[in-house]
């Protein structure tokens, strides 16, 4: 069915349920298997912790090309802060598995969740 059918069944059963206002914005055409699969761990992941931190009233959920045929993936939650680092460090290491770049930071109330992966990591 897709990354975007997979995240809008994961955010009704973790988000919608709660909720939260979810806005989902995700380009995947051309997006190989592995990439997919990856992205929607991520995701997963970092849904799950909001859920687990919040629960949160709102969540932003982005995946656009970039300039240089790469992807851009942001996560953006008001629950409350990130407390467990090994979250983080366990994002980190699965972007560093796609050759790309991760960061976490909070951004006002909100928590922000970055991953930038190269042309190369898209086509797996």
Known sequence: LGLGA???????????????VVDLD??????GPGA????FQVIREALDQA????????????L??????GVELVVRDD????????VIDGLA???TELNGTFSAEREGDRT??????????TTL
């Open 26 to 31: 995700l380009d995947d055409a051309g997006l």
């Open 112 to 121: 922000v969740i970055r991953l930038l992966l190269p042309p190369s990591a």
């Open 51 to 62: 859920a687990r931190r919040g629960p949160p009233t709102g969540v932003e959920v982005a």
């Open 6 to 20: 997979a995240v809008r069944e994961l955010v009704a059963r973790t988000l919608e349920r709660r909720g939260a």
């Open 93 to 95: 290491e699965r972007a």
């Open 79 to 86: 629950g409350a802060p990130e407390r467990r680092q090994a």
């Open 64 to 69: 656009t090309r970039t300039a240089s045929g």
């Open 36 to 39: 997919r699969s990856s992205l």
